[in-house]
């Protein structure tokens, strides 16, 4: 009964995908935490799908939608009408290789105004991946279930996190001509919340700092700063950001290697991250842990 729900949740999904007839045919309900921790739900097009597994959505860079799933990729997606109701839960994640973003566009976007094409910079793709689903359909019934081994879902992943002295923005120009990076979020000082705002900080000489930003360089992701917190850290200096799934597991991480540790952050909330802390462990190795 199970395949028979989930083939016939796929095939509706699968039919939505890239719908040019108007209406409300080829959306789906997005739900994302907000900069308040709560859930914010909007409609956004589907663009391609491969059923319950995975879905992308195409919508602007610079609407609060996209920066929301960078501070916390966790979503739920609903899919209903009068003879279902599909919900999925799981990540989602901002894509920037080309060529997923050619396979999203959808002729109907042609003549909208939105964007010039595919390779505009303001167009951006947001693929979900599906880790657990809860689905009813009319004619098969009902089932609910995980896509993903839990083990798998709240493995950490490692990036690097480049820090500047004043010179990111520049830095940010020359890796985009380099190495054909786009740029998927950059925030500055002047945009921070006042209380992640550094001490040192001088709204008349940093407001256009860059307090954070993030490059993909097709699905690898590098994170950049102005450093204006740590001292102990000047210059320009590379180091790890092991990411996590969850806040706890981060306070876990960093009860365990805070012994003997500088600590330059206590795990906390901040503007582009639901938890994250930074210290220099007792070999000297510098690190950030936060949620992803």
């Given amino acids: 009964m199970s395949n028979e729900v989930i083939a016939s949740a796929s095939e509706i ?10 209406g409300m045919q080829g959306y789906a309900a997005v739900s994302l935490i907000d900069e308040n921790g709560y859930p914010s739900t909007a409609t956004v097009t589907i663009a391609t799908a491969d059923g319950i597994n995975q879905l992308t959505f195409c919508t602007s860079k610079d609407r609060n939608f996209v920066t929301r799933a960078i501070k916390c990729n966790r979503a739920s997606i609903c899919i209903n009408s009068s003879e279902y109701n599909l919900t999925l839960v799981g990540t989602i994640e901002i894509v920037t290789d080309p060529e997923t973003k050619k396979a999203s566009w959808m002729p109907i976007m042609d003549n909208g105004d939105h964007w010039t094409g595919p390779d505009d910079p303001n167009f951006a793709v947001l693929r979900f991946t599906t880790e657990r689903y809860s689905l009813y359909v009319v004619d098969t019934g009902e089932a609910e279930g995980k896509l993903k081994d839990p083990a798998k879902v709240t493995a950490p992943k490692i ?29 500055t000082y002047a945009s921070a919340n006042p209380k992640d705002l550094p001490q040192k900080y001088n709204p008349q000489t940093d407001a256009n700092l860059v307090y954070h930003a993030q490059l993909m360089i097709g699905n690898q992701r590098i994170m950049l700063c102005d450093n204006l917190f740590h001292d102990t850290v000047p210059g320009h200096t590379v180091y790890p950001v092991m990411q996590f799934k969850t806040a706890a597991e981060v306070k876990a991480a960093f009860e365990i290697l805070k ?12 503007t582009y991250c639901e938890c ?8 000297g190795v510098h690190w950030d842990l936060m949620v992803y």
């Avoid at 012994?259 to 901040?270: H, K, R």
């Fill in 276 to 283: 994250c802390c930074t210290l220099i462990d007792k070999f």
């Fill in 159 to 187: 990036e690097p996190m480049l820090q500047f002295d004043r010179q990111c923005a520049e830095a940010i120009e020359l890796y985009k001509k380099a190495f054909g990076a786009e740029l998927a979020y950059l925030g």
């Fill in 259 to 270: 012994d003997g540790a500088i600590i330059l952050t206590q795990p906390i909330s901040t």
């Fill in 13 to 22: 999904i699968n039919a939505k995908a890239g719908y040019i007839g108007g």
